[in-house]
């Protein structure tokens, strides 16, 4: 199964009205951002424990460590969890500005230096969300 697929088959395994929301996301980060890398994280480690929720992602970001090693990860990605959904933003290196440069606009969410969550898309301004995809793939 391609990564497509993946992201398809975790979408439509989720209870509505979530997965419709999931879909819009997806379809947001698509028409938003229309060449990027497609990730599906299923949130098991390498010995197949679930350590995670699993997350669909998007575009590509290198994240650098401490002691010079590099990892390719996703700039934008989001999952379902048990409160809604969240959307995590990575490449800005300032850890206050999505809340302090989003948070009001947003809506009713939680923002943190990487994390948008959310119980129902009704709750944010989706017009906002789709601002911070398009500043964060310009990075």
């Known amino acids: 199964m391609n990564t497509e697929e993946k992201i398809n088959q975790y979408i439509a395994s989720q209870f509505e009205p979530k997965r419709s929301e ?3 996301l ?4 698509k028409q938003t951002i229309t060449e990027c890398k497609l990730w599906f ?13 699993p997350n669909i992602g998007y575009g590509l970001h ?3 460590y401490k002691d010079g090693t590099t990892k390719e990860f996703y700039k934008i990605g989001f999952n379902a969890n048990t409160t809604g959904i969240s ?3 990575f490449g800005i290196e300032d850890k206050k500005f999505l809340a302090e440069t989003y948070g009001k606009k947003l809506g009713k969410a939680s923002v ?5 969550k959310f119980k129902t898309l009704k709750d944010i301004n989706i017009e906002v ?3 911070i ?4 793939n310009e990075l």
Not at 41 to 50: I, Y
């Open 62 to 64: 290198t994240i650098k």
């Open 112 to 116: 943190t230096g990487y994390c948008i």
């Open 129 to 131: 969300l789709e601002e």
């Open 133 to 136: 995809i398009r500043y964060v």
């Open 41 to 53: 994280l299923d949130g098991k480690d390498n010995e197949g424990k679930v350590v995670s929720n």
């Open 26 to 29: 997806d379809n947001l980060i």
């Open 22 to 24: 999931m879909q819009i």
């Open 87 to 89: 959307v995590y933003i």
